[in-house]
T-cell receptor, first 114, second 112 residues
Framework: DAGVIQSPRHEVTEMGQEVTLRCKPI?????LFWYRQTMMRGLELLIY????????DSGMPEDRFSAKMPNASFSTLKIQPSEPRDSAVYFC????????????FGSGTRLTVV | SQKIEQNSEALNIQEGKTATLTCNYT??????LQWYRQDPGRGPVFLLL?????KEKRKERLKVTFDTTLKQSLFHITASQPADSATYLC???????????FGQGTTLQVKP
């Protein structure tokens, strides 16, 4: 398995533009997580899915953020409109079960909003 | 308030020595605690999980302890090597929400 695949690796966009981040989890994993990492706040959980269903989105900072998982092999995190304070590294992770066996993280998308 | 604390200062040690990293938590009752390694520009990589009823877990040169009375986990790397240089994150499950909550990480630098 190629692991969790995220795209793009880097994204630079102007304030106000829509940004879409993509994730392909490990085949067979039933949980998918979106985290954001910044120097100030570390790794923060934004939202997670179980069997493609959103379970907890309480970490999503604002209505500008939305996430979908249309099938077991694909998820998106969308920011519309983007703001400079959204600049961070966004990680997708997947796991078999809720985490008692560890999460597998992707390489992340570094987002810069100018 | 709930907190997970790892030493924010980098830990610098000499090759061959044992590195010990600390993770303390407040106002959580985790069923398990995990340790991850993160290299620059990469995602965290899962290393070890220890459950609340386990005092110690080992994997090759790694050893993790978990003291639920002290609310602390220690992560040891024996016979450290320069290749062990990275940031190490602890994470615990929030039993109220089921979420995995991460500490800020401690950067380890092993000098040859």
């Amino acid at each position: 398995d190629a692991g969790v695949i995220q795209s793009p690796r880097h994204e630079v966009t102007e304030m106000g533009q829509e940004v879409t981040l993509r994730c392909k989890p490990i085949s067979g994993h039933d949980y998918l997580f979106w985290y954001r990492q910044t120097m100030m706040r570390g790794l923060e959980l934004l939202i997670y899915f179980n069997n493609n269903v959103p379970i907890d989105d309480s970490g999503m900072p604002e209505d500008r953020f939305s996430a979908k998982m249309p099938n077991a092999s694909f998820s998106t995190l969308k920011i519309q409109p983007s703001e400079p304070r959204d600049s961070a590294v966004y990680f997708c992770a997947s796991s078999l079960g809720q985490g008692a066996r560890g999460y597998t993280f992707g390489s992340g998308t570094r987002l810069t909003v100018v | 308030s709930q907190k997970i604390e790892q030493n924010s200062e980098a830990l610098n040690i000499q090759e061959g020595k044992t590195a010990t990293l600390t993770c303390n938590y407040t106002n959580y009752s985790p069923a398990y605690l995990q340790w991850y390694r993160q290299d620059p520009g990469r995602g965290p990589v899962f290393l070890l999980l220890i459950r609340e009823n386990e005092k110690e877990k080992r994997k090759e040169r790694l050893k993790v302890t978990f003291d639920t009375t002290l609310k602390q986990s220690l992560f040891h790397i024996t016979a450290s090597q320069p290749a062990d240089s990275a940031t190490y994150l602890c994470a615990l499950d929030d039993s109220n929400t089921g979420k995995l909550i991460f500490g800020q990480g401690t950067t380890l630098q092993v000098k040859p």
